[in-house]
């Protein structure tokens, strides 16, 4: 991974006419103790250490908070060349910084590299259920999954192809994406590292109950399933979710569509399997309660709670602080919130993401708790690197990854 970089330069005759001016107070404003110690009277030194902080604040992306430079000790190691240490509790506390620094006579150079998934700063407190799959070193691809998604419709291409990649980056080991025959060829080209199986349709782009028995073999030999990002609401693809999914055997994430289709059938929320986990909405939430959007989040936490249980089913109320509910009482609220994520497509992916977390082994209340995790700390990234707004749900794949590295760095620190 290509490391962020930094470079200052700094007049040595300026920091030294600074120190001329406000003697002690001014080292004490940049350099801490044992630096003051070291550097003695070399202005040198002082400006060369100015300079590796200035790079340091400069490799860092705009919208994270630089560390103050007294935060920042830079002393020579015993082969001499420069270590940094940043104070524990503050940004950067526990990253990998490289420092080079030179001087020419009237100035100090110094130029500073941070790993990437170092920059983004402290990861927010975990919360409890946050577990990341094994990844052994003899692993192959059949060792992490086989997830299967039913998505997509016609103009609903894009919700399959982020679901089927969300589950892809997310670490499983084969995806398999199962879509209606007409716009099978949009997703064959897009998705590469997909596997794209063209279903029989009733009309065109749509998925109805005559292809049950050639879904549900689809579903064979797969490890977790993914249904209902962009599949439509044709009361034929209804049919086929009433009869599909009571058959399914293998963990199943329940989303968008999917979660509208079923809400229309009275009952069988309740004839579906218990390690089921639903990701609606709050307007999908309120159909599949019959609660009005405006009660939903009035009591977020509430409403999730009760239905988790009411339903018998793992409950990802999504939105700002996502709630996750399982059927037993467990609680989680997620502490990541950014409004990048507030770009169509965002839920999509974090379908696939669950699904593959599934499909790797996780329970269905920890694979539901990590998704949202790794979902918004990888937003949270993009809202530093990119802004507020703006943030498309394409940009979260190849963040997952490597928020997923991140924790797993952490954890071993």
Same mark, same amino acid.
């Given at each position: 991974?290509?490391?962020?970089?930094?470079?200052?330069?700094?007049?040595?005759?300026?920091?030294?006419?600074?120190?001329?001016?406000?003697?002690?107070?001014?080292?004490?404003?940049?350099?801490?103790?044992?630096?003051?110690?070291?550097?003695?009277?070399?202005?040198?030194?002082?400006?060369?250490?100015?300079?590796?902080?200035?790079?340091?604040?400069?490799?860092?992306?705009?919208?994270?908070?630089?560390?103050?430079?007294?935060?920042?000790?830079?002393?020579?190691?015993?082969?001499?060349?420069?270590?940094?240490?940043?104070?524990?509790?503050?940004?950067?506390?526990?990253?990998?910084?490289?420092?080079?620094?030179?001087?020419?006579?009237?100035?100090?150079?110094?130029?500073?590299?941070?790993?990437?998934?170092?920059?983004?700063?402290?990861?927010?407190?975990?919360?409890?259920?946050?577990?990341?799959?094994?990844?052994?070193?003899?692993?192959?691809?059949?060792?992490?999954?086989?997830?299967?998604?039913?998505?997509?419709?016609?103009?609903?291409?894009?919700?399959?192809?982020?679901?089927?990649?969300?589950?892809?980056?997310?670490?499983?080991?084969?995806?398999?994406?199962?879509?209606?025959?007409?716009?099978?060829?949009?997703?064959?080209?897009?998705?590469?590292?997909?596997?794209?199986?063209?279903?029989?349709?009733?009309?065109?782009?749509?998925?109805?109950?005559?292809?049950?028995?050639?879904?549900?073999?689809?579903?064979?030999?797969?490890?977790?399933?993914?249904?209902?990002?962009?599949?439509?609401?044709?009361?034929?693809?209804?049919?086929?979710?009433?009869?599909?999914?009571?058959?399914?055997?293998?963990?199943?994430?329940?989303?968008?569509?999917?979660?509208?289709?079923?809400?229309?059938?009275?009952?069988?929320?309740?004839?579906?399997?218990?390690?089921?986990?639903?990701?609606?909405? *709050?307007?999908?939430?309120?159909? +599949?309660?019959?609660?009005? @959007?405006?009660? =939903?989040? %009035?009591?977020?936490? !509430? #409403?999730? $709670?009760?239905?988790?249980?009411?339903?018998?089913?793992?409950?990802?109320?999504?939105?700002?602080?996502?709630?996750?509910?399982?059927?037993?009482?467990?609680?989680?609220?997620? *502490?990541?919130?950014?409004?990048? +994520?507030?770009?169509?497509? @965002?839920?999509? =992916?974090? %379908?696939?993401?669950? !699904? #593959?977390? $599934?499909?790797?082994?996780?329970?269905?209340?920890?694979?539901?708790?990590?998704?949202?995790?790794?979902?918004?700390?990888?937003?949270?990234?993009?809202?530093?690197?990119?802004?507020?707004?703006?943030?498309?749900?394409?940009?979260?794949?190849?963040?997952?990854?490597?928020?997923?590295?991140?924790?797993? #760095?952490?954890?071993?620190?």
């Amino acid at each position: 991974m290509v490391p962020r970089v930094g470079v200052d330069v700094t007049a040595i005759e300026r920091v030294a006419a600074a120190y001329r001016r406000h003697r002690g107070r001014f080292l004490r404003k940049f350099l801490t103790e044992r630096e003051i110690a070291y550097c003695a009277d070399r202005p040198e030194r002082w400006a060369g250490r100015w300079a590796a902080k200035e790079a340091i604040g400069k490799a860092m992306p705009s919208g994270v908070s630089r560390p103050r430079m007294v935060d920042v000790e830079i002393l020579p190691q015993d082969d001499g060349r420069p270590h940094v240490q940043v104070a524990p509790g503050t940004t950067l506390s526990g990253s990998t910084i490289d420092v080079s620094i030179a001087h020419d006579g009237h100035f100090a150079i110094a130029v500073a590299a941070i790993p990437e998934t170092d920059v983004v700063g402290a990861v927010p407190a975990r919360p409890e259920g946050v577990r990341l799959p094994d990844r052994p070193a003899d692993g192959h691809k059949g060792t992490f999954g086989t997830v299967v998604v039913l998505a997509g419709s016609q103009g609903f291409t894009g919700a399959a192809y982020l679901a089927s990649n969300g589950a892809a980056r997310t670490g499983a080991g084969l995806v398999r994406l199962l879509v209606a025959q007409s716009i099978y060829p949009i997703l064959a080209e897009k998705c590469t590292e997909v596997m794209v199986h063209p279903v029989p349709e009733l009309r065109p782009g749509v998925v109805g109950d005559r292809s049950s028995a050639a879904v549900l073999g689809l579903f064979a030999g797969c490890d977790a399933a993914v249904i209902g990002p962009g599949l439509g609401r044709d009361p034929s693809t209804r049919r086929l979710l009433e009869a599909l999914l009571p058959q399914v055997s293998i963990p199943v994430v329940l989303d968008a569509d999917g979660l509208n289709l079923v809400s229309e059938v009275p009952g069988l929320l309740a004839r579906l399997p218990v390690d089921l986990i639903l990701t609606p909405h *709050p307007g999908e939430f309120a159909r +599949l309660s019959g609660l009005e @959007t405006a009660a =939903v989040q %009035a009591d977020r936490v !509430g #409403a999730a $709670r009760r239905f988790a249980k009411s339903w018998r089913k793992v409950v990802v109320l999504k939105g700002a602080q996502t709630v996750i509910a399982g059927p037993d009482g467990r609680l989680s609220i997620n *502490p990541v919130a950014t409004p990048a +994520l507030a770009s169509g497509g @965002t839920g999509d =992916v974090l %379908a696939g993401m669950i !699904g #593959a977390l $599934r499909g790797q082994g996780l329970p269905a209340f920890e694979a539901a708790v990590t998704g949202v995790y790794v979902h918004g700390l990888a937003g949270q990234w993009l809202e530093r690197d990119i802004g507020r707004s703006g943030v498309l749900a394409s940009d979260l794949l190849p963040q997952i990854p490597r928020v997923m590295e991140r924790l797993r #760095a952490s954890s071993r620190e």
